[in-house]
């Protein structure tokens, strides 16, 4: 079960991993630019550090855009482009990604 503060943690960390993704030279462009897409959708940081974590229907209004950017992340995750450093990370943040 993840907890509030899992579930904070990790949005957070996933937005960090979007505007790693929108500029890594690593990833194809076209992953580049779903990042920055996604990243302009997702959770404000603001929001994120004030919502009530422990009240998960506070982020229904974001539900399209955790789907792709979970999507996003397991996509890389599979993809022979991903280092086993990124792949830990990945895997971090998808534990308790909503």
Do not use: I
């Amino acid at each position: 079960m993840t907890t509030p503060d899992e579930r904070r943690r990790n949005l957070l960390w996933g937005r960090e991993m979007l505007k790693e993704f929108s500029v890594d030279t690593g990833l194809t462009s076209d992953w580049r630019a779903a990042a920055g897409v996604l990243l302009a959708s997702y959770p404000s940081l603001d929001f994120l550090r004030h919502f009530d974590a422990t009240e998960p229907s506070e982020l229904d209004p974001y539900a399209g855009v955790l789907f792709q950017v979970r999507m996003l992340f397991s996509r890389v995750l599979a993809s022979s482009c991903c280092s086993e450093q990124r792949a830990y990370s990945l895997r971090v943040v998808l534990r308790h990604f909503p």
